[in-house]
């Protein structure tokens, strides 16, 4: 199977958004090829860090919650 790293690289940034607290800190619990293309993109700050959590950048974390907001939202008639 052929995957597309864009729409993981959303999906996940959608993930990182949705989950985030204190204002765009979000826990760094996924694939290191996909937190390092993130990184390399400006959205988040170097994962490689020693810290458990990574900080998205604003227009990120607001892209993230766009994302987030069309994949994950309930639709009216489906699933209630």
């Known amino acids: ?4 790293d864009q729409r993981i690289d959303e ?3 959608a993930l990182l958004a949705l989950f985030s ?12 090829d996909v937190m390092d293309r993130l990184y390399a993109q400006g959205c988040i700050d ?3 860090s020693n810290f458990k959590s990574v900080c998205l950048e604003p227009q990120a974390l607001e892209r993230g ?3 987030a907001e069309q994949l994950f939202s309930k639709r ?3 699933g209630g």
């Not at 199977?1 to 597309?4: E, K, P, W």
């Not at 607290?21 to 290191?32: A, I, L, P, Q």
């Open 21 to 32: 607290f204190d204002g765009g800190r979000s826990w760094k619990g996924y694939n290191w």
């Open 65 to 67: 919650l766009a994302i």
């Open 46 to 48: 170097n994962p490689r």
């Open 76 to 78: 009216p008639g489906i």
């Open 11 to 13: 999906t996940v940034l």
């Open 1 to 4: 199977m052929q995957l597309d």
